[in-house]
């Protein structure tokens, strides 16, 4: 069975940084393009990051873009997301996700399978 498997999440104050995790198992994770979403308490999830299965290229929500950085490393079956100047309207529970297609990869629809999120809480 396919499982992904976050962590690194934590509290940390603004402007600081985290790094997030996500261990994949079950699937051939390099045929996988990789997403990051976040929820935070009654609100929608919503896309942040998204990296191809060969790591070759990224797409960031502008949200995020220039203090977010994806990546991913095949051999390890790991994907990563390295979170710099970090806000409080950053504070969510972070969720990796797993796609097979080619297609829009910032919406939910496009992944397959989904961890169960680690929580980021940032605060003032």
């Known amino acids: 069975q396919v499982l992904l498997v976050e962590s690194g999440g934590g509290l940390v104050q603004a402007g600081g940084s985290l790094r997030l995790s996500c261990a994949a198992s079950?699937?051939?994770?390099?045929?996988?393009?990789m997403g990051w979403f976040r929820q935070a308490p009654g609100k929608e999830r919503e896309f942040v990051a998204v990296i191809s299965g060969s790591g070759g290229s990224t797409y960031y929500a502008a949200s995020v873009k220039g203090r977010f950085t994806m990546s991913r490393d095949n051999a390890k079956n790991t994907v990563y997301l390295q979170m710099n100047g970090l806000k409080p309207e950053d504070t969510a529970v972070y969720y990796c996700?797993?796609?097979?297609?080619?297609?829009?990869?910032?919406?939910?629809?496009?992944?397959?399978?989904w961890g169960q999120g680690t929580q980021v809480t940032v605060s003032s």
């Open positions: 079950g699937l051939t994770f390099s045929s996988y393009g």
């Open positions: 996700a797993a796609s097979s297609r080619i297609a829009d990869r910032t919406t939910r629809g496009a992944y397959d399978y």
